[in-house]
Every structure is written in C-alpha cells, then in structure tokens.
C-alpha cells in the first residue's frame, strides 16, 4: 500500500504537534512506521488519507461498537448541534442518558457526567477517599485508568508500602499514596492490605483487563477482592471505561456477578464523543458537590452533543441487547480462524478472549498478568502488525491491546482477517 498522503500529514504535524499525535500510541513507536490519517469511515471500515481502506479492529478504541458514523448517533448529534452546542447549564438529555445508564446497569443509583476515562477514574478515587476518610489506594500493574498522576505508578523499592512514579511530572508524594499488586494474585493484595491496616480507601481494577492485551480475572481473584473490601471497608472501584456497555447492558458486574461500590465509565457510553461517568450508590454519590464535600466539577460536562450520541448509542444497545452476543460469535469465529492459522504454522501464541474483546500474544506462557504480557516476542508482533496492515487489515498499534470487534463487521470480513493472517506468515 502507498501512505504518500499520511506521511506528509505526519510530518507536517509533527511540526506542531508533540510526536505529531495528541495521544502517544497513535504515533506507531510500538511498531515502528509513520501512523496513518483517518480521511473517512463507515461501519467496519476506515478510509485513509490515500484512499487505502482498511477493517478496523480498533473502533475507536472501544466506543464505536456499533461501527463507524453508525446513522442515529450522527443524527442525534446533527439535530443537537442546531439548537446550540453548550450552554453551561442543566438540560434534559443529562437526565435522559443518566436514567438509561442506571437501568442498564445494575448497583447504581446515580451517575455524574465527566469528559474522558480518565476524568471519570480520577474523580472515582477522589470521592472513594473522600467517602471512606482514607488516602491509599491499591491498584494492579499493567491496568490503565487514564493518565491522571495517582494511576501512573509502578511498584516502589518499599513496594509494599508504596509506589514510585512511573512518569516524570508525578511526585513522590502522590505516588506513595499507590500501592501496586499483580493482576489475578489476590494473597499479593492480602498482603498489601495487612501490611496497610485501616489506610487503603480503594482498589481499582479493570474488571475485565484490556491494556495489557485482554486478560481474565479468575474466579477465586475477582470475587476475593470484594469479600476483603467487604471485610476491610475498602471500596471497590471496577473501571468499565472498555467493559462498560461493550460485555453486555450491565457490564461487567452483570457478567462477572460482582457488584463494584464506584463504576466508571467511557469510551462506548459517548458514542464516540467525549464522554465519561462514574456511578455507585446513593449513599456515596451523594458526598459528592453540590449535594456533599468532595468536589468535582466540569464547564463541559454533560455537553449536549455529547450527551445525545451517548443516549443514541444506549437507546440502541439497550434495544437490540442481542448485539453482544452476536458481537461474541463474531469474536469467537475470529478466535477459531487465528487458532487454526497459528497452530499450522507452529508459531508459539496466546489467544485471550472474553465477549467482544480478544487479543493475541506471541508467547508460549498463558497470559494472565502483566509479567506474562511482556514476555510475548516483539519483532514477531511487528511483522504481524505491519503484514496484516498491509493487507488492509488495522489492528492496535501495540501488544498491549485489546480488539474490540464492532458490530458493522460481516464474516466475511473476519474471513479476510483470518485470510490476511495466513499470508502474513507464509
Ligand atoms: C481508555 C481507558 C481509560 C482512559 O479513558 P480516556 O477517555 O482515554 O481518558 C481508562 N480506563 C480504561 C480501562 C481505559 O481503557
């Protein structure tokens, strides 16, 4: 394929812009190559500044699982767009998509609007500590909850008492308030906990992980940490920012059989505008401003447009509820297909799969944490990457993503993908 077009773009932006991407792993560093410019595109498929087209498996990164430009969202946002496009104040539609919210997903009350993931786990943690009156928080290497400073942390060299930035910008002092366990370890958090005793607010966890690859939390892990939260009054924060809306209505905890204390959301409940939303029960939503102390606030939160793709998309998932089953069979046929590729050809992999989301690691280990993540092979990755991108196939520019099939995807573009993968290790 020819990226005459993009690579000029990328060049020119990054003049002005830092790396050319206003978010890093856009840029392709991962994978080596100049990233691609998006001109256009429509249900499964992505159309390139040089009029390559690709099927997408990234949707966005998760929000659009209906498919690109998917007609009544971009309706809704349209006819919104005419009557004014932010107002700084209350508007029905923030009802509207609160009270959906709440219905489809079990054990919340109340939701608060927010702009981003990240805004929405920020503010989770703020209001966790604020409700419990402790500041220690327990998170788990490898998940991602956006970019604020309290989640960008690795384990310190007192790792059990506290963690180290992970970034320069981020102080010590934030950071030894994060402690940091192993994903699906739950005597790594006992540990923690004992060893913090009546000081740890929260643990925040992606229920279902997707930023090291996908990965499963076992039974014994997942329904551990609520019985110590329980015991401990911890509250439990499960960030459904790629889970929420995607692994059916109630997310997460309706699959799992969890219930989480604080959810956050993002990604599909914005429709593919900027959107994000926590939500928990009366009792601790109502700390927060103006109703209680802790603040919280947002000159375009509950953004009208936004807020009308954000109820387009739940007023169609929550009506054709079968999508995320049918998104699953989708998921599974491309399981299968990579299965019987992979395994002819002798290559050492792992598939993790769970409802929409799948990933794929070049490694001989079961994939069950960050460790084992990082242990798949890198330069096997990027072939695969940069072959099946040739083919015109868009996968995530990183190991360390999740797919996320949407809707808009026929089997017989899964049947390509699993064709393209064939020819990719010829
Ligand atoms: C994407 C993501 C975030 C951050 O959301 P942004 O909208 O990018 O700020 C947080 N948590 C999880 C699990 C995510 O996948």
Redesign the pocket.
């Known amino acids: 394929m020819i990226y005459q077009r993009s690579s000029a773009l990328f060049q020119e932006a990054k003049k002005y812009i830092p790396g050319g991407v206003n978010?890093p792993v856009r840029a392709f560093k991962a994978v080596g190559g100049d990233p691609i410019f998006v001109k256009e595109a429509k249900g499964a498929y992505l159309f390139d500044e040089d009029g390559n087209r690709f099927i997408d498996y990234i949707a966005s990164?998760?929000p659009l699982i209906l498919g690109h430009a998917f007609e009544p969202v971009i309706n809704a946002v349209i006819e919104k767009a005419r009557k004014g496009t932010s107002f700084g104040m209350p508007t029905e539609i923030e009802t509207e998509l609160a009270r959906l919210a709440v219905s489809m997903v079990p054990n919340i009350d109340k939701i608060r609007f927010v702009n981003?993931?990240?805004?929405?786990?920020m503010s989770a943690v703020r209001l966790a500590r604020g409700y419990t009156g402790k500041d220690k928080i327990i998170k788990f290497a490898g998940?991602?909850?956006?970019?604020s400073d309290s989640f960008l942390i690795q384990a310190g060299s007192g790792a059990l008492t506290f963690g180290s930035p992970n970034s320069p910008g981020v102080t010590q002092g934030t950071a030894k308030d994060t402690l940091l366990a192993d994903y699906n370890d739950l005597e790594g958090v006992k540990k923690l906990v004992a060893v913090n005793k009546g000081e740890i607010a929260a643990i925040i966890i992606?229920p279902i992980a997707?930023?090291m690859g996908c990965i499963i939390p076992n039974d014994e892990f997942i329904h551990g940490l609520r019985e110590i939260c329980n015991q401990e009054g911890i509250l439990l924060l499960f960030?459904e920012?790629?889970t929420g809306f995607r692994l059916g209505k109630g997310g997460a905890q309706e699959v799992l059989g969890v219930n989480a204390d604080i959810v956050?959301f993002?990604?599909v409940i914005g429709g593919g505008l900027?959107v994000?939303a926590f939500a928990a029960r009366e009792e601790i939503m109502n700390h927060l401003a103006p109703d209680g102390p802790v603040y919280q606030a947002g000159t375009l939160s509950g953004n009208p447009l936004a807020m009308s793709a954000g109820l387009a998309m739940l007023t169609e998932l929550n009506k054709r509820s079968e999508v995320f089953e049918s998104l699953a069979d989708k998921t599974e046929h491309l399981h299968e297909g990579f299965d019987n590729v992979l395994r002819q050809k002798g290559i050492p992999y792992q598939i993790n799969r769970f409802g929409s989301m799948i990933s794929l690691h070049f490694t001989d280990e079961p994939v069950v944490d960050f460790a084992s993540s990082v242990k798949g092979n890198n330069q096997t990755f990027k072939k695969y990457f940069h072959g099946m991108l040739e083919k015109g196939i868009y996968l995530p520019p990183s190991a360390f993503e999740s797919y996320f099939l949407n809707d808009a995807l026929s089997y017989a573009d899964l049947d390509e993908t699993i064709a393209a993968l064939t020819s990719v290790f010829e």
């Open positions: 978010s990164w998760g981003s993931g990240t805004e929405a786990c998940c991602y909850h956006g970019h992606e997707g930023n960030d920012v790629m956050m993002g990604k900027p994000g």
